[in-house]
């Protein structure tokens, strides 16, 4: 069964410095990936996805993606961070077959100090 | 595109009466997702749509949890009768559904405590 792994609970960071959230998961064949930020009070937005070809993503708001099979991971970067960057992230793995179910991971917290 | 559109935003009632929370999601989406969320157990999956009907609900959590879908344009989760521990955010999601990997668009949330 598929399954995702974030396992960093809450991150800070300072404004400016660089960050990088990862993500594992467990699945039997190319995996859809996606990266979902939850800003407080509000629903999630996507970010970025991976479903093949290049493996390095770029999504919106400056952030990037690698996706790396032999890793099974799928970590989240963003070169410097901005205050407003504080949110929960969360990534997810497409379900096989093609029913769009995701798996959520449970999600990390980043705090962004001044 | 309005997005997809949930209400109530906030919904306070006290434990034994009837919830009703209400989607209508991205025109030309054809699967509808519900999920809660929870500080405990995180982003739930509690079913799923696809074309109306429902396909997977294996998450909602006991026979008080029910979801319909009469048209393509609006969907109901229904609580009956609510408890405390029904208290959490819940998402209405929506996609447009073929191959798989499709993103999903998620609705701002209503946020239901029972007391």
């Known amino acids: 069964a598929q399954s995702v792994t974030q396992p960093d609970i809450h991150i800070t960071v300072s404004e400016g410095a660089s960050l990088e959230l990862r993500c594992n998961y467990s699945?039997?064949?190319?995996?859809?990936l996606f990266w979902y930020v939850q800003s407080p009070g509000q629903g999630l937005q996507l970010l970025l996805k991976?479903?093949?070809?290049?493996?390095l993503v770029q999504g919106i708001k400056g952030f990037e993606a690698e996706f790396k099979r032999s890793q099974s991971s799928f970590n989240l970067r963003k070169p410097s961070v901005h205050w407003s960057d504080a949110a929960e992230y969360f990534c997810?793995?497409?379900?096989?077959?093609?029913?769009?179910?995701?798996?959520f991971g449970t999600g990390t917290l980043l705090a962004v100090q001044p | 595109d309005a997005g997809v559109i949930q209400s109530p935003r906030h919904e306070v009632t006290e434990m034994g009466q009837e919830v009703t929370l209400r989607c209508k999601p991205i025109?030309?989406?054809?699967?509808l997702f519900w999920y809660r969320q929870t500080m405990m157990r995180g982003l739930e999956l509690l079913i799923y749509?696809?074309?109306?009907?429902?396909?997977?609900d294996s998450g909602m959590p006991e026979d008080r949890f029910s979801a319909k879908m009469p048209n393509a344009s609006f969907s109901t989760l229904k609580i009956q009768p609510s408890e405390p521990r029904d208290s959490a955010v819940y998402f209405c999601?929506?996609?447009?559904?073929?191959?798989?990997?499709?993103?999903?668009?998620f609705g701002p949330g209503t946020r239901l405590l029972v007391l």
């Open positions: 749509f696809n074309n109306n009907v429902p396909i997977d």
């Open positions: 999601a929506s996609s447009v559904t073929s191959g798989g990997g499709e993103t999903q668009y």
């Open positions: 991976y479903f093949s070809g290049d493996t």
């Open positions: 025109s030309g989406h054809n699967s």
């Open positions: 699945y039997g064949a190319t995996p859809y």
């Open positions: 997810a793995v497409g379900a096989s077959g093609a029913t769009n179910k995701l798996i």
